[in-house]
Structures are given as C-alpha cells and as structure tokens.
C-alpha cells in the first residue's frame, strides 16, 4: 500500500513538474527556461527535478514530446471525424487551428520548437515528429501531405503549423472575427505561400 502511494505521489510530482515547466516554455520559450523557475511553479526542490530529469535539456525534451504526443493523439481522433471528411489540406490545417485553440499551451511548445529546431541538438526531433504524424498524412488526398520527401514534409509542416498557431492566437485575442470563415483565411492567406513552398527546389 505504501508502495503504491509512493508510486502515486511520484506520478503526480512528475506531471506537475512538466505541466508547469510546459506552461513556463509556453510563455516565455525554451530560452529563458530555468530549473529554479520550473521548480517555483511546481512546488518543487531543484534537486528533486534533477533526480527526476537528470538536466533542464532532458526536461524540456520530455515536455516537448508530450507535446508532440499530444498533436498526434489529438489529429488521429479528430481527422475522422465528418467535419475533416474531404481530407484536404485545408482540413488538415483547420484541425491544425483546433488544437492550437483547445491545447494552447502544448500547442505554444511546438510553434516555439518550429521556431527554433536547432535548440535540441542532441535529438533530431524534425524526423519523430514526422513520423508520428505519417499515419495522420496518410488519410489525406493532397500532394503536400504525400509527399515522400521528408525535409519537404517537414518545412510545409513547419508553415502549417506556425500559420495556424497564429491565427488562433489572432482570434482567441479578437483580432479575427470568430464568424470570419476559416475557408477564407487559408483560401487567401495559406494557400499561397503553402503553394511558392511546394515549389522550392529541395532535395
């Protein structure tokens, strides 16, 4: 019994500790995160996080993939759904917006590692995260999403995901009217440059 406790209050210290060291990443980036802070905002000594993580690159790798898994668990439920049944780009982006809205912080985590991919030196995260989102490519129709070419795959992802992330944070702060169709924003704003990216000459 007690050793179940103890499991139990462990399991909870970890997710507190990675819960609040994602929203302090959310906030202000990978850069200006510290164990101190991270250890403020979970009510934790910074031995008990070293012990946990071993370093702050180890933790914010860790948050950074819960995030991860949390965008492939999030577009494998959603793009079956009747909403995202044409399997089009716009779809794919659209479910994209969804989670960039109702996951904000995660979501925040990953557009700030698209910013700056090059900070995880010692993971190429750039590969992981394609290869959790093939399954995901592979329910929709157009040439961007099958296309086989990785670095493609990832620099359109990249320009997906940033595009989405911040017109969700435009409406959520009011600068798009929520009854503005999304249609239009990807149709006019999206598209194009998704087009002139397609077009780049990578190998």
């Not at 399997?87 to 698209?114: G, M, P, Q």
């Not at 002139?196 to 000459?201: E, K, M, N, V």
Request: hydrophobic residues 40%; aromatic residues 10%; positive net charge.
């Amino acid at each position: 019994m007690i050793t179940r406790t103890t499991q139990r209050q462990t399991s909870k210290s970890k997710e507190q500790i990675v819960d609040s060291a994602i929203r302090l990443i959310s906030k202000y980036g990978f850069e200006q995160l510290t164990l101190d802070q991270v250890g403020v905002a979970a009510n934790a000594k910074r031995y008990a996080i070293v012990a946990k993580y071993g370093n702050l690159g180890n933790l914010m790798q860790v948050c950074l993939q819960s995030s991860l898994d949390s965008l492939a668990l999030f577009l494998s439920l959603r793009s079956y759904r009747n909403d995202y049944r044409e399997h089009k780009t716009e779809d794919f982006w659209a479910l994209l917006v969804a989670f960039n809205t109702h996951n904000a912080e995660k979501a925040s985590v990953i557009c700030r590692y698209l910013r700056s991919p090059s900070i995880f030196q010692a993971q190429d995260f750039r590969i992981e995260l394609i290869n959790l989102l093939n399954p995901i490519y592979n329910n929709f129709e157009q040439g961007l999403l099958q296309n086989s070419n990785v670095h493609i795959r990832f620099i359109s992802f990249k320009y997906l995901y940033q595009s989405a992330c911040t017109y969700a944070e435009n409406r959520t702060s009011g600068q798009l009217s929520h009854t503005a169709p999304i249609s239009v924003y990807y149709n006019n704003k999206v598209a194009p440059e998704l087009e002139r990216i397609l077009r780049l000459p990578i190998n």
